[in-house]
């Protein structure tokens, strides 16, 4: 498994300029290591409803890398986006999934389907053909760099783990950062 905090430095380390859109556990993190924040989408208060946000701004900026972090249980809540993203096949989307089998931001509950569930399959049978799975920090930093360049719609599913000193959710406005990101978007 991967630390949460490792995978978060390893997109950082290398997303450039890409848009990143984030929600529920990933957005605990990001916050704290990005090096762009005013490219950055934290998607408050919308649970499940990121990835369809960040397949919106693929489509309405399609010169634009658009990267989104999404947890598993926020997808869990939104699977229909993955059909939608298969779908369209925006060539700049990339959707990562941080996969720690709870409600991490809520307070640990088991996600339904823990353990059982495969989101890397289920992503391929949406349309989505280029999905793949980490549970090896080494191997995803590896890949990653590929897995940005793709000009392909590409789904990655990370096996996560938290440290005990993880990040709370401070929840900001959602609103305000679609206004600084518009602003930037449509200079």
Same mark, same amino acid.
């Given at each position: 498994?991967?630390?949460?905090?490792?995978?978060? /430095?390893?997109?950082?380390?290398? +997303?450039?300029?890409?848009?990143?859109? $984030? $929600?529920?556990?990933?957005? +605990?993190?990001?916050?704290?290591? $990005?090096?762009?924040?005013?490219?950055?989408?934290?998607?408050?208060? *919308?649970?499940?409803?990121?990835?369809?946000?960040?397949?919106?701004? @693929?489509?309405? +900026?399609?010169?634009?890398?658009?990267?989104?972090?999404? *947890?598993?249980?926020?997808?869990?809540?939104?699977? *229909?986006?993955?059909?939608?993203?298969?779908?369209?096949?925006?060539? /700049?989307?990339?959707?990562?999934? !941080?996969?720690?089998?709870?409600?991490?931001?809520?307070?640990?509950?088991?996600?339904?389907?823990?353990?059982?569930?495969?989101?890397?399959?289920?992503?391929?049978?949406?349309?989505?053909?280029? @999905?793949?799975?980490?549970?090896?920090?080494?191997? !995803? @930093?590896?890949?990653?760099?590929?897995?940005? +360049?793709?000009?392909?719609? $590409? !789904?990655? /599913?990370?096996?996560?783990?938290?440290?005990?000193?993880?990040?709370?959710?401070?929840?900001? @406005?959602?609103?305000?950062?679609?206004?600084?990101?518009?602003?930037?978007?449509?200079?």
């Amino acid at each position: 498994m991967i630390a949460a905090i490792d995978a978060i /430095n390893a997109i950082n380390d290398i +997303r450039g300029e890409a848009v990143v859109v $984030t $929600t529920m556990t990933p957005a +605990r993190y990001w916050k704290h290591v $990005t090096t762009r924040p005013e490219l950055d989408l934290p998607v408050y208060g *919308g649970m499940g409803k990121a990835s369809s946000l960040a397949l919106g701004l @693929s489509i309405a +900026r399609p010169d634009k890398k658009v990267i989104v972090l999404d *947890g598993d249980g926020s997808l869990l809540m939104n699977l *229909g986006s993955l059909v939608t993203i298969g779908n369209q096949v925006p060539p /700049n989307l990339l959707h990562i999934v !941080f996969e720690d089998g709870v409600y991490f931001t809520t307070g640990g509950q088991t996600l339904p389907g823990s353990g059982v569930v495969d989101f890397v399959t289920i992503a391929k049978a949406a349309g989505i053909a280029s @999905s793949i799975g980490f549970n090896d920090l080494e191997d !995803f @930093s590896a890949e990653l760099p590929v897995l940005i +360049r793709n000009s392909v719609s $590409t !789904f990655v /599913n990370l096996k996560i783990y938290h440290y005990d000193d993880a990040p709370g959710l401070d929840m900001q @406005s959602t609103s305000d950062a679609v206004m600084r990101l518009r602003k930037i978007l449509m200079a």
